[in-house]
């Protein structure tokens, strides 16, 4: 069993950066891929992008790519989100996954993933 929890959320203006962290128990989670996922208000669940368990390959969503970065620290066993030049579409609840199955390279549906963090809510004022 994996618990995921995210961190780093707030309200911004647009411009601004944020670094979203999520932490996990479970030395499992090393083996796992994760992914960063975001939610707006009447909006589906979208990807915002993932990682491999080893931090090797990174995928990323066409309206964030070039803004928004993920690494992670196995020894932490933590994941992060560093957003930068936010935009107020960017607004949403935004939350990690894991994926136990570790394809080799990382799933961008969120029905490949097996555990959620319960999210934090990111706000980008204009």
């Known amino acids: 069993q994996v618990q995921l929890v995210e961190s780093g959320g707030g309200l911004v203006q647009a411009g601004a950066s944020l670094r979203l962290s999520c932490a996990a128990s479970g030395r499992t989670f090393r083996r796992y891929t994760t992914g960063w996922f975001r939610q707006a208000p009447g909006k589906e669940r979208e990807i915002v992008g993932a990682?491999?368990?080893?931090?090797?390959?990174?995928y990323y969503a066409d309206s964030v790519k070039g803004r928004f970065a993920i690494s992670r620290d196995n020894a932490k066993n933590t994941v992060y989100l560093q957003m930068n030049s936010l935009k107020p579409e960017d607004t949403a609840v935004y939350y990690c996954a894991a994926d136990v199955h570790a394809p080799s390279f990382p799933s961008q549906t969120h029905v490949e993933y097996d555990y959620w963090g319960q999210g934090t809510q990111v706000t980008v004022s204009s």
């Open positions: 990682i491999s368990w080893s931090g090797s390959i990174t």
